[in-house]
């Protein structure tokens, strides 16, 4: 019995320990996921996957990551990827045309996150030219090569995003190749890779259904999603898993929860966490014009403070001027609602999506107002005349640099080649050659800003001083060590004197006690000598006259 419970413990780790698959793969590592956040490139970083998370978001994606530049770039690998144990279930996105380069890529994030995603929808210009997302999809050999090796390397399953075919028939079978290849989970967005901008239109939900009920995994909605009510709909009306979000969520990110938020909270929310898990600033820049789109529309001049901002204190300032703006209209509005009527379901200062005006409906276009910004003012004026917008902003922050060349302006050439000289050279050569002549010759050179000289005199300058530093610290140190040796030599001198006095005042006492010694023996031998000299005169004494 102990034995039989043991064997089923051990089949049930080997189990766990086994990458999961479809299904299996949605319901036990996903959580059975079904708000998600859609990977959206400079967007869905950390900061943006922790608010999302915070309103009700159940699985987020990463943005998209270049393969390619994610293998060779440690740098690019190590300030993309960001992540933190509470940002989980996570799924990391790669666009790549190469299997090897997808498994490399692949392997250096399976142990931080739960799949891999192949990104086969993206279309933008961008992609084109670098041949990957939604350009890839007519080549179904090599998508079937990179989902295939991925998925029997990979510690992690692999899944995908596409975008639907004019053809339905083409479509679904393009979603079952997908899967036949190894693919663990499938996002559809439904609309063509020529759906895009102005012309984006509505995605076709009846496709997303079709290929859920042609495939045996997991399938993700994608498109239409700008309410709560938008994603029950779409799960009632297609049948599919789960349903992802990048628009909505971008205006709102507290879509998941059905809460549409006035939009200073959002913004200090995000602030903070941005403050957290720092991301480019470029980054928290677009998502504070995101939420706050409608707003900047009655409060322009909030717009030009986001724009100029150059740290996210003054994205915090931006936000605290616009609070105090929409917490007095909203006053007013409880009041005097009429004040603020729009075509906008909610008050401007309320979280909600931003739907792109019809390309067809010209008439509604041209009577829509919209509000010019002040470089658009500029280039209306003569004095811009003909000017691309790059030019225009050029020139305002250098009101003194030439843009243009004439045609009939005549070059003059280097004095040492045939190639065009720096008009500011100070040795009228092009660049090359000048670098060789001041590197030879140690010379600087303001043209082309070389200071060799400069920084050879500077640190010549600083060796001298340097040197004389470090001679005055060794005179001084001689002069202390002198200093010492006279006073120790004065010490042991007084020392020696005042033995000597000693010695010599013993020395003195010794010969005063010996002179006294030999006064004494002295007058003792003369009264001696004296009396053996005298003539003794001896009288007979009669008592000793028989002796």
């Avoid at 995994?217 to 029950?232: E, K, M, T």
């Avoid at 001679?471 to 005042?498: F, L, P, W, Y």
Wanted: positive net charge.
């Amino acid at each position: 019995m102990w034995k039989m419970e043991e064997r089923q413990q051990v089949e049930e780790t080997v189990q766990d320990k086994r990458k999961l698959s479809g299904f299996d793969f949605w319901r036990r590592t996903l959580s059975s996921a079904k708000y998600v956040v859609a990977p959206m490139v400079d967007a869905s970083e950390l900061a943006w996957r922790m608010l999302s998370r915070k309103y009700g978001a159940q699985l987020c994606y990463t943005p998209m990551f270049h393969a390619s530049v994610f293998v060779r770039d440690p740098n690019y690998r190590k300030e993309a990827m960001q992540t933190c144990p509470e940002d989980r279930p996570l799924i990391v996105q790669f666009c790549a045309n190469d299997p090897d380069t997808f498994l490399r890529a692949g392997r250096y994030v399976e142990d931080v996150c739960d799949a891999v995603d192949l990104n086969l929808g993206c279309p933008q210009t961008i992609a084109k030219r670098g041949h990957y997302g939604a350009f890839l999809e007519d080549e179904w050999d090599l998508l079937k090569k990179m989902v295939e090796l991925c998925h029997q390397k990979l510690k992690v399953p692999v899944t995908c995003k596409i975008r639907m075919f004019e053809s339905k028939e083409k479509t679904v079978l393009y979603a079952q190749m997908l899967e036949k290849a190894g693919c663990q989970l499938l996002t559809v967005h439904g609309r063509t890779k020529e759906q895009k901008g102005r012309f984006t239109g509505l995605a076709d939900w009846d496709v997303i259904k079709l290929v859920r009920e042609s495939v045996s995994i997991p399938v993700f909605a994608n498109g239409n999603i700008q309410y709560l009510p938008d994603v029950d709909r779409c799960i009632h009306q297609t049948g599919v898993q789960g349903v992802m979000s990048a628009e909505g969520n971008l205006h709102n990110p507290a879509l998941f929860s059905g809460d549409c938020p006035p939009v200073w909270k959002m913004a200090e929310d995000y602030l903070e966490l941005a403050e957290k898990y720092p991301c480019p600033l470029s980054y928290s820049r677009g998502h504070v014009f995101k939420i706050f789109h409608h707003s900047l529309n009655v409060h322009p001049d909030i717009r030009d403070i986001i724009a100029s901002g150059k740290s996210l204190e003054c994205f915090r300032l931006a936000t605290l001027k616009l609070k105090e703006r929409c917490l007095a209209d909203a006053e007013k509005h409880k009041t005097n609602p009429e004040l603020f009527s729009t075509e906008l379901p909610f008050p401007y200062w309320i979280c909600q999506p931003y739907v792109r005006p019809d390309p067809n409906d010209k008439e509604k276009n041209k009577d829509k107002r919209t509000v010019k910004r002040p470089l658009e003012e500029k280039l209306q004026s003569p004095e811009f005349a003909g000017m691309s917008k790059n030019k225009v902003k050029k020139l305002l922050r250098n009101p003194l640099k030439k843009l243009a060349r004439s045609s009939e302006e005549n070059y003059e050439k280097c004095v040492a080649c045939a190639n065009i000289r720096g008009r500011k050279c100070s040795y009228m050569m092009c660049k090359n050659c000048c670098k060789v002549k001041t590197f030879r010759e140690t010379l600087d050179c303001k043209g082309h800003r070389i200071v060799l000289h400069t920084k050879n005199s500077s640190k010549a300058a600083f060796d001298q001083k340097k040197k004389e530093m470090e001679e005055k610290t060794a005179v001084h140190e001689i002069r202390m060590i002198d200093k010492c040796v006279r006073v120790k030599a004065s010490t042991q001198g007084n020392k020696e004197e005042r033995e000597e006095d000693r010695l010599a005042d013993m020395d003195l006492e010794t010969e005063n006690s010996m002179e006294l010694d030999s006064g004494d023996v002295q007058s003792e031998t003369r009264d001696f000598t004296n009396l053996s000299n005298d003539n003794l005169t001896v009288t007979a004494d009669p008592s000793f006259k028989d002796g």
